[in-house]
Every structure is written in structure tokens, then in C-alpha cells.
């Protein structure tokens, strides 16, 4: 008798009935520095109530299956919950209900990377190497491709320089250089494609197409529907902490410009 399909699809990530909630700390009338909102943190930290404390329940009772080879988006508007969803995958941030199984380590892109500042690019790439679990011969093996791949040295010898000299988008690039440098069991992508130029933004999405074939399984958050419908074959549709809808990319896609049109 032939497998059914659940046991032939391996499950990497599940979510059960997730909800999370985390508290902001609020600075009050006083501002950031000043003595209220100290006392504001003091009491926080004993365990009282301060008037500049509020609670946010970012994800509501989400639940889903994801497996091996598949890409994932996840579309919703700001503050749908999207950031928080994977921050939880990746073990970062607690359930305050329900569970998150997951089959092998998640990589969050751009924290298991732990780039320092005030060290050089070829610093980074060996302590992002490092931090994700690379020999340092396997990240010398790959340290020209990693640099290349990141296009940072395109315009000068930027590699040589520390990090805070570089812009946002080349730190993201180096990042996700890194990061794209091996294999994951599941990888966790937070809007690195909306970074570069239609050049890197093409190396990434095939870069990704890669690491599905390699038995991986992708998560990418990101506003750029395109980006969604080249990279993805399914999307996760979050809306104020809800899912609302969970299928193809092309066609969840659809439905969130239709609802975004209608706003």
C-alpha cells in the first residue's frame, strides 16, 4: 500500500494554536531620561505595575505545518505579527500559548550572524561562520564566494573596513551572505530581499531556490509582493496577529492586494 501523503512529507516546523505576548515598556510624560520613567523600570523589574507598561499580544492562536523544500512568505501589513511569528521559530521570544515544534536548528538571518560593528567585513564573515556552525576551513573554503556573493567589494576594498562604516543595505547583504553560505535546516528570512539592486535581489532568490533543493525549508518576510510570487511557491497571510489565510503565494498574494485595494 502505497505511504499516505502526511508520511511522505517531513515536517520541519509546526505551529499549534501559537499566541504570543510581551510587555513594552512605556517612558511616561517624562520622556526616555527622565526620573518617571526610571521608577518605570525600576517597578518593572520588581515585578509591580507602572503606569508606562503595556501588554501586546502580537500573534492570536496561529497554527500551521511547514516541510521540507518549501518557501514560505509571509505577507501582512506592519504590525501583523509577521517579525514576531519568526522570532519565535527560531526559539528567540517564549509561547505564551500553544507550541512551536521544529525539526533541526532554525537560523533567524542576521542573529545567529552576530556582526560586530567596530570589526572589519572578513571579521565578520569569520564569526558569522562560526556562530551558525561552520569550520573555520569551511568558511575559509567559502570566504572569496561569500564576499563575491555579497557585492560589497564592488566599489573598493570595503571587506577591510569595520562594519559601522558600511550602510544598512551592505550589512544586510554580508549577512545574508553568510548566512546563504550553507545548508539550513530551516532558514528564517526577515526583508533581506528588499535589499541591493535587482542584481543581488536575483542571486538571492536563486541562492534560496538552492537551499529548498537542498532539503531546507525557507521563511521570507518582505512587503515586496514580487519578491513573494518569484521566491515562494506558499504564503502565510498574518493580519493583526491572525492568519488569515494560508495557500499558494500566487494566489494568497492576490487576495492581500485585493483586501489592501479595498482599504
Known amino acids: 500500500m502505497a505511504d499516505s501523503p502526511i508520511t511522505q512529507r517531513v515536517p520541519t516546523v509546526v505551529a499549534d494554536g501559537v499566541h504570543i505576548t510581551y510587555t513594552v515598556q512605556g517612558a ?76 533541526g536548528q532554525p537560523s533567524l538571518l542576521g542573529v545567529n550572524a552576530a556582526l560586530m560593528g567596530d570589526l572589519t567585513g572578513e571579521r565578520n564573515v569569520i564569526l558569522g561562520g562560526l556562530a551558525m556552525g561552520m569550520s573555520r576551513e569551511q568558511i575559509h573554503e567559502r570566504y572569496q564566494d561569500i564576499v563575491d556573493f555579497s557585492g560589497i567589494n564592488e566599489k573598493g576594498d570595503f571587506i ?75 504564503a502565510i497571510w498574518l493580519e493583526a496577529g491572525r492568519l488569515l489565510m494560508d495557500g499558494p503565494a500566487g494566489e494568497v498574494v492576490d487576495a492581500h492586494e485585493a483586501h489592501t485595494r479595498k482599504k
Open 28 to 103: 511616561g510624560k517624562g520622556g526616555k531620561g527622565s526620573a518617571t520613567a526610571a521608577l518605570c523600570r525600576i517597578l518593572s523589574r520588581t515585578r509591580m505595575t507602572s503606569p508606562g507598561t503595556r501588554t501586546v499580544h502580537a500573534v492570536k492562536g496561529v497554527s500551521f505545518a511547514a516541510y521540507k523544500g518549501e518557501a514560505i512568505g509571509l505577507i501582512g501589513s506592519n504590525g501583523s505579527g509577521k517579525s514576531t511569528l519568526l522570532k519565535a521559530i527560531a526559539g528567540l521570544l517564549p509561547t505564551s500559548e500553544g507550541r512551536i515544534y521544529t525539526h
Open 160 to 234: 577591510s573596513l569595520p562594519m559601522r562604516t558600511y550602510s544598512s543595505g551592505m550589512g544586510a547583504r554580508l549577512r545574508f551572505s553568510i548566512a546563504a553560505a550553507k545548508s539550513h535546516d530551516v532558514l528564517l528570512i526577515d526583508e533581506a530581499l528588499a535589499t541591493g539592486d535587482a542584481k543581488f535581489q536575483r542571486r538571492s532568490q536563486e541562492r534560496i531556490s538552492e537551499l529548498r533543493k537542498q532539503a531546507g525549508t525557507v521563511f521570507l518576510v518582505s512587503h515586496s509582493n514580487p519578491a513573494i510570487r518569484q521566491t515562494c511557491d506558499r
